[in-house]
T-cell receptor, first 114, second 114 residues
Framework: QKEVEQNSGPLSVPEGAIASLNCTYSDRGSQSFFWYRQYSGKSPELIMSIYSNGDKEDGRFTAQLNKASQYVSLLIRDSQPSDSATYLCAVGGGHAGNNRKLIWGLGTSLAVNP | DVKVTQSSRYLVKRTGEKVFLECVQDMDHENMFWYRQDPGLGLRLIYFSYDVKMKEKGDIPEGYSVSREKKERFSLILESASTNQTSMYLC?????????????FGPGTRLTVL
């Protein structure tokens, strides 16, 4: 059973702090990793994708991938109240290179307090 | 920008009714997906289509069917709606022209079955 696990939270951080969200996955052959943000009542929107080990930065967001340890994380610097949402981790490309389907975590709820 | 639209944001149906949910994407994507999302259960794949007239069952296909007669349109059908199908339904699409697995979501349909 391929799995993606996230701490459900809620993760509460003060405005301006760094929020750190973590995700582990079970399929060692996974090749692609995504972070989606989902506001309450809305659909998920892609904020970061990462495919190789290391860090990838985009504005206030940094995704970190460690394939040996099978985890991927998302750092949000200078957190803002507008970052309050559920963050979904999704993993793809594992098992015989099936790139079509993603395996989804249940999401981590983030609350940024003014 | 990728645009995925869904026929309704909110829908209320009665038990036993036949329900059609439609999804349209304007980016010539080959793959389209139907998910349902429930609190505590995350995103669960119902069906996906990798090309016109092609479909594959996801994790929870029971009680649902799909139709993809044109590349841009993917329909989800509830043959006889039941109260346990009350949920948020999300459509997504993805291209096979790139190696990335990124899925782009529509706004979702909140279905209530009474």
């Amino acid at each position: 059973q391929k799995e993606v696990e996230q701490n459900s939270g809620p993760l509460s951080v003060p405005e301006g702090a760094i929020a750190s969200l973590n995700c582990t996955y079970s399929d060692r052959g996974s090749q692609s990793f995504f972070w989606y943000r989902q506001y309450s009542g809305k659909s998920p929107e892609l904020i970061m994708s990462i495919y190789s080990n290391g860090d990838k930065e985009d504005g206030r967001f940094t995704a970190q991938l460690n394939k040996a340890s099978q985890y991927v994380s998302l750092l949000i610097r200078d957190s803002q109240p507008s970052d309050s949402a559920t963050y979904l981790c999704a993993v793809g490309g594992g098992h015989a290179g099936n790139n079509r389907k993603l395996i989804w975590g249940l999401g981590t709820s983030l609350a940024v307090n003014p | 920008d990728v645009k995925v639209t869904q026929s309704s944001r909110y829908l209320v149906k009665r038990t036993g009714e036949k329900v059609f949910l439609e999804c349209v994407q304007d980016m010539d994507h080959e793959n389209m997906f139907w998910y349902r999302q429930d609190p505590g259960l995350g995103l669960r794949l119902i069906y996906f289509s990798y090309d016109v007239k092609m479909k594959e069952k996801g994790d929870i296909p029971e009680g649902y069917s799909v139709s993809r007669e044109k590349k841009e349109r993917f329909s989800l059908i509830l043959e006889s709606a039941s109260t346990n199908q009350t949920s948020m339904y999300l459509c997504a699409s993805r291209t096979e022209r790139e190696s990335a697995d990124t899925q782009y979501f529509g706004p979702g349909t909140r279905l209530t079955v009474l």
